[in-house]
């Protein structure tokens, strides 16, 4: 049997380096000229009223762009851009697109957009539960899947299997956040195996540390990865950031069930020398051994209050959401302990005894609590995901008065870190002007 072929390529230009990446793999091998062929990038998220730094979050339009021009130039012409980012998390709008450059590309390669939370969505049976994926998903010849190097909170790692999450309806996203047979990492690796993926690219100008959202911490990176194999793919993103298959859960299961091997061994890896980028990156936020809130928390003496951490039945949206929560909470302290405070969150965490008051964190934790005969005093932050106005005000009727200005001086703090001398260049996310028009 023959081995998977990825390749990994720094980036120096866009276009001579992805061109070279898809060489090296033979990347466009599987596809027709006729194919109806998807890219499917990762947009979580992008927020219109505060700074929002994207590095090491959003899939680079740079590499998106050059991949575009390369499929036109090899006469592929029916092209589509597809994701379906997270509504209602942060103030979103219809220019998110145009924002990033995509309209640009559209006008520019004759191209269609599509935003899969506006479109059909079609049922597929994985045997002992049902999701329904995007119609223009499940319309698609070929997919051409394009995650970021970054590593996950509660995947450990977010490369292209997991990427693949965003074709979902918001309702099948939410039902991937389930317990014991229907967690996380049991649903989220299944959606791949029911798809045409016919090349994975990741996208590692960027990665991130304690991803997947901005409020980790993104640094410069300079690689490029991509096989026509997804496995073989982000077994090598993971190496790259310091994981080995066999210690990410879902790659395990993944591999286990197709009967494949972990071992790198049975991949041919070609182009740059793996060893000279592996470096460790850390995905998990550290909480306290009682399991009270962060580290930082307890540093800075905050007592009284007892957060617990997420578990993998917080959805997308709410996890978006709980570092927000963590950084409005630390913004009532006033060196006083809180009044015996609890904070549960997710379809899991219930209620404890001996607290005065319980916060219950968005609907599921309300759902699931409604009953709790532990609960003293609940304070019930409603929503899916629930409003950080919402959250302030409930705080306030209680006496907990939260700054929400030093939420946005935080935002600031995350978006002034990156700085250009540095390596982070926000024209990344832009469609240069001056570029080689592709026609038919």
């Known amino acids: 049997m023959s081995k998977s072929i990825v390749s990994m390529v720094s980036f120096e230009d866009p276009y001579t380096s992805l061109k070279k990446l898809i060489e090296e793999c033979d990347g466009f091998a599987g596809l027709n000229p006729e194919d109806k062929i998807l890219i499917k990038p990762n947009i979580v998220s992008w927020d219109f009223e505060l700074p929002f730094p994207p590095f090491g979050v959003i899939t680079t339009t740079t590499v998106i762009h050059a991949l575009v021009r390369l499929l036109k130039e090899n006469g592929f012409n029916h092209l589509t851009i597809g994701e379906g980012g997270l509504p209602k998390?942060?103030?979103?709008?219809?220019?998110?697109?145009?924002?990033?450059?995509?309209?640009?590309?559209?006008?520019?390669?004759?191209?269609?957009?599509?935003?899969?939370?506006?479109?059909?969505?079609?049922?597929?049976?994985?045997?002992?539960?049902?999701?329904?994926?995007?119609?223009?998903?499940?319309?698609?010849?070929?997919?051409?899947?394009?995650?970021?190097?970054?590593?996950?909170?509660?995947?450990?790692?977010?490369?292209?299997?997991?990427?693949?999450?965003?074709?979902?309806?918001?309702?099948?996203?939410?039902?991937?956040?389930?317990?014991?047979?229907?967690?996380?990492?049991?649903?989220?690796?299944?959606?791949?195996?029911?798809?045409?993926?016919?090349?994975?690219?990741?996208?590692?100008?960027?990665?991130?540390?304690?991803?997947?959202?901005?409020?980790?911490?993104?640094?410069?990176?300079?690689?490029?990865?991509?096989?026509?194999d997804p496995l073989a793919c982000d077994l090598v993103g993971a190496e790259v950031l310091g994981y080995k298959g066999e210690e990410v859960p879902y790659l395990q299961d993944y591999a286990k069930r197709n009967r494949r091997s972990l071992s790198l061994d049975d991949l041919k890896i070609k182009g740059e020398r793996l060893e000279e980028h592996r470096q460790f990156v850390d995905y998990d936020w550290e909480w306290t051994k009682e399991n009270t809130g962060p580290i930082g928390f307890e540093k800075r003496g905050i007592t009284g209050l007892a957060i617990r951490k997420y578990d993998n039945s917080l959805c997308t949206g709410c996890s978006v959401l709980f570092n927000p929560m963590l950084i409005l909470m630390m913004s009532s302290f006033n060196g006083q302990p809180f009044p015996?405070?609890?904070?549960?969150?997710?379809?899991?965490?219930?209620?404890?005894?001996?607290?005065?008051?319980?916060?219950?964190?968005?609907?599921?934790?309300?759902?699931?609590?409604?009953?709790?005969?532990?609960?003293?005093?609940?304070?019930?932050?409603?929503?899916?995901?629930?409003?950080?106005?919402?959250?302030?005000?409930?705080l306030r009727a209680e006496g907990i008065k939260v700054n929400y200005e030093e939420y946005v001086n935080y935002r600031q703090h995350i978006f002034d870190r990156y700085r250009p001398e540095d390596g982070f260049e926000l024209n990344h996310w832009q469609v240069k002007e001056g570029t080689e028009e592709v026609n038919e």
């Open 89 to 228: 998390a942060h103030s979103q709008d219809p220019s998110v697109y145009q924002t990033i450059g995509y309209e640009d590309l559209a006008k520019q390669y004759g191209l269609e957009l599509v935003d899969f939370n506006q479109g059909r969505f079609g049922q597929v049976d994985f045997g002992n539960f049902t999701l329904s994926i995007a119609q223009s998903v499940l319309d698609a010849d070929k997919i051409i899947n394009v995650p970021v190097l970054k590593t996950h909170n509660q995947a450990k790692v977010s490369l292209g299997i997991k990427n693949m999450k965003g074709v979902l309806s918001r309702k099948s996203k939410m039902f991937c956040h389930g317990l014991g047979e229907f967690d996380l990492l049991e649903t989220f690796p299944r959606i791949i195996e029911k798809l045409p993926v016919a090349l994975t690219i990741i996208d590692g100008v960027y990665t991130l540390e304690k991803g997947p959202g901005h409020t980790g911490k993104a640094f410069r990176k300079n690689l490029l990865i991509a096989s026509r």
């Open 340 to 394: 015996n405070i609890e904070l549960v969150s997710g379809k899991s965490q219930s209620a404890s005894e001996g607290f005065a008051k319980t916060i219950l964190f968005g609907k599921c934790a309300c759902d699931l609590n409604k009953d709790n005969p532990h609960i003293q005093q609940a304070i019930a932050v409603k929503g899916c995901p629930p409003d950080l106005k919402d959250f302030e005000e409930l």
